[in-house]
């Protein structure tokens, strides 16, 4: 019998904390699929945007958004605490606030951001380390069905919306996974096993 030592199992090295960023064109149901991913898991963070738009009835500072005002917008802007913004329709603007993020990932828990195009690709340059994962409809023809039925918006708005839908899915190259949203229940199954969030 050798005197030799045993050699020591390896380290479990646990998995560092992921951001996880959610795209796709309008009408896809990301809004849907995030509120699914959130019954499975209460304790999901998903970040709340900060905007220059007042409260509408029934939302909750902190909870639906994080209300500020221009000058409060323009501070956190200038001093990186963004990790992405827009404004919105040349009126008011809205943003991904980089300290609740980092907090998380920080603690060593996932973090998940549903924004659009512009703002995934301004969180590639700002944390390379982020996942980008782009939802995808099942067809063209089911995203046009489902704007259309969700009758939110007049004719002329919805064919803005679609025009701009196209632009969106030609970037869907640039993102590290796609996801079809044939059905809620699969497409959330597939995202929650690319945050590492199955039981």
């Not at 990790?83 to 973090?111: C, N, S």
């Not at 703002?119 to 590639?124: T, Y």
Request: hydrophobic content about 40%.
């Amino acid at each position: 019998m050798s005197d030799a030592a045993a050699p020591a199992p390896a380290a479990t090295v646990p998995r560092p904390a992921r951001l996880t960023v959610l795209a796709g064109p309008t009408a896809v149901g990301k809004g849907t699929v995030v509120a699914e991913l959130r019954r499975r898991h209460p304790d999901l963070f998903v970040s709340v945007s900060a905007t220059t738009r007042r409260p509408r009835p029934g939302e909750v500072d902190g909870v639906h958004y994080y209300f500020v005002s221009e000058a409060d917008f323009d501070d956190l802007v200038s001093t990186g605490q963004m990790l992405e913004w827009a404004q919105v329709h040349g009126r008011f603007r809205y943003g991904t606030p980089r300290g609740p993020v980092e907090d998380q990932l920080g603690a060593g828990r996932p973090a998940l951001l549903e924004i659009d195009l512009a703002g995934a690709r301004q969180v590639r340059v700002a944390m390379p380390q982020a996942q980008l994962v782009f939802l995808l409809p099942p067809s063209w023809e089911e995203l046009v069905s489902r704007l259309t039925r969700r009758s939110t918006e007049d004719r002329r708005e919805q064919e803005r919306r679609l025009v701009t839908a196209r632009v969106e899915m030609e970037a869907a190259g640039e993102f590290d996974y796609t996801v079809v949203n044939d059905t809620v229940s699969r497409a959330t199954s597939e995202l929650e096993a690319l945050m590492g969030l199955e039981e």
